[in-house]
């Protein structure tokens, strides 16, 4: 009779160390492609939306879709988060047209939804494996099943509100303005939306158009001068006040849509004036958490990058 042979302690040992070795190896280059191919998808899903705004703007006689509508008392509603869809929430609907509700009246001529009738998702402006942030509390914020008139739509990408009724042909330089981006970082907003930046636009007798001009990193003395009489349209901008996830969306790059209509990933986290909205402050430059208030602006409170008329 034949005996039978069976591994011995060290052999087995010695497989183990072998199976561990290899896993060290190899779960990184699995992340790593996982990883690429959720940066592949939503550069895919940029692209569309690119495409999406340029047949917006053939048939807005070339002009970028508004940044926000206006509220009940006819005031622009800028800065203030609006449904996506304008019609998921049943409540406020009805609401609305039984006299006006400013969540859903401005949200129809919301960048989001405008594009939303040429693109065949609602999904693309969701970026993989971005975190949905917490939704808002209170009255205007029923997420009860009886309540959704259809499914509230997760956002990451956000409209340069600078190009807001801009025209595509007066863009300085196309190539490097952006018209879409993560305008709040790797995170999602489920059922709202709003415009990042933002043009203040406290007339309601004028339109809200870009009015730029501003010397370039200069101080800003006049910041959120949201509803001062007299106050220009589009004389100045402001970035959304709440808080933002990282930037470091695929490694340290994210991707975003240019006037040309080219979508591209690009570097994030740096810090240059030229290539970053945010200056290097805190743990920015390592973690990708940028602070609110560490925007690089010009004499207007425009950050330069999103200007129409700057050429970096």
């Known amino acids: ?13 010695v497989v183990i160390a072998i199976i561990a070795i290899l896993a060290a190896i190899l779960f990184p280059v699995f992340a790593q492609a996982k990883l690429a191919a959720k940066k592949t998808s939503d550069l895919s899903n940029t ?3 690119a495409t999406a705004t340029m047949i917006y703007t053939t048939d807005s006689d070339d002009l970028y879709p508004l ?10 509603n800028f800065n203030s988060r609006v ?6 929430n049943a409540g406020k609907v009805a609401a609305n047209q039984a006299g006006c509700h400013k969540r859903v009246r401005s949200a129809y001529q919301t960048p989001v939804n405008e594009i939303m009738p040429y693109v065949k998702s609602m999904e693309i402006f969701q970026m993989p494996g971005s975190t949905i942030a917490g939704v808002p509390t209170g009255g205007d914020w029923d997420y009860s099943a009886a309540n959704q008139a259809k499914k509230p739509g997760v956002t990451t990408y956000s409209m340069n509100g600078l190009l807001t009724e801009f025209s595509t042909t007066s863009v300085v330089s196309p190539t490097t303005t952006p018209v879409w981006w993560p305008g709040f970082g790797k995170q999602a907003y489920n059922g709202y939306t709003y415009t990042n930046p933002f043009l203040i636009c406290p007339d309601p007798n004028a339109g809200c158009a870009f009015n730029g001009g501003g010397a370039i ?14 106050f220009a349209n589009g004389t100045q901008s402001g970035f959304g006040n709440i808080d933002y996830g990282t930037v470091f969306a695929f490694g340290k790059t994210e991707n975003w ?9 690009r570097a994030t986290g740096t810090g240059g004036a030229k290539d970053d909205p945010f200056f290097p402050a805190g743990n920015y430059l390592n973690d990708g958490y940028p602070s609110q208030g560490n925007v690089y602006i010009d004499s207007q409170c425009h950050v330069p990058l999103f200007r129409p ?3 970096p």
Not at 67 to 76: K, P, T, V
Not at 257 to 265: E, F, I, L, N, T
Request: glycine share 12%; net charge negative.
């Open 1 to 13: 009779m034949s005996k039978k042979s069976a591994f011995t302690l060290i052999e087995l040992l």
């Open 47 to 49: 692209k569309n939306i």
């Open 67 to 76: 940044q926000a509508g206006r509220d009940c008392g006819g005031l622009w």
């Open 83 to 88: 449904y996506v869809p304008a019609d998921w």
């Open 217 to 230: 990193q200069g101080s800003c003395g006049n910041a959120d001068n949201h509803n001062t009489p007299g």
């Open 257 to 265: 849509v240019y006037s040309d209509g080219h979508a591209k990933s």
């Open 309 to 311: 008329d700057y050429q």
